[in-house]
């Protein structure tokens, strides 16, 4: 009697972050889409609303109304927009970029580095706006309540700095983790 020698067959173990990773892309990109609509019919909607709160708001000589704020915003409305546009049409490109990860192909990568790079690029323009209209609010505000100027610009650097932190946080992740050695050389394994 011969005795067979037992095969050793070596399970090739698949990762899971490609699959949690693709999901949370789509999932965000999805966000930002709906974001980007959001963004440019609120918009283009500032001279309409803007319109309306004249109409129904009255005008006090010493106050503020609600319609100058909206006049302020009105000045940067092109950018606003096209602010909301690109921010649709990368989040597509987030969305591409999670289903070739989930489908672990390798051109995923590349995808969702160009996306990081442009959201850190948009981070900066879309913070730059929200600066400018935050100030061009304040100062419509100030017709009511003159507001201590040292300390509106100090809460608006502020929080315009935790919003560009919050808005490219998620493209600083996938910068830092497709840099990484061994997610490289697995994703350059795929086809």
């Known amino acids: 009697m011969t005795e067979t020698p037992p095969t050793f067959t070596t399970a090739v173990q698949k990762t899971e972050w490609p699959k949690i990773l693709g999901i949370v892309s789509i999932i965000f990109g999805a966000f930002g889409l709906m974001t980007g609509f959001c963004g ?3 918009s ?37 927009v096209a602010n909301a546009v690109l921010t649709a049409l990368i989040a597509i490109l987030l969305i591409v970029g999670g289903a070739k990860l989930i489908k672990r192909q390798a051109q995923c990568r590349m995808i969702l580095l160009y996306w990081a790079t442009l959201k850190i690029l948009l981070g900066v323009f879309g913070t730059a706006l929200g600066f400018l209209s935050f100030q061009d609010q304040m100062q419509a505000m100030q017709k ?14 502020i929080s315009m700095g935790f919003a560009f932190l919050w808005a490219i946080a998620g493209a600083v992740f996938i910068i830092i983790w497709f840099k990484r050695d061994k997610i490289r050389s697995e994703v350059s394994s795929w086809m």
């Open 44 to 80: 283009v909607a500032l001279g309409p609303i803007s319109e309306a709160m004249q109409k129904f708001v009255p005008a006090n000589q010493n106050a503020a109304s609600p319609a100058d704020t909206f006049q302020a915003m009105e000045k940067l409305q092109g950018w606003m």
């Open 144 to 157: 009511s309540n003159p507001l201590n100027p040292m300390m509106t610009s100090t809460f608006g650097l």
């Open 40 to 42: 440019v019919i609120s």
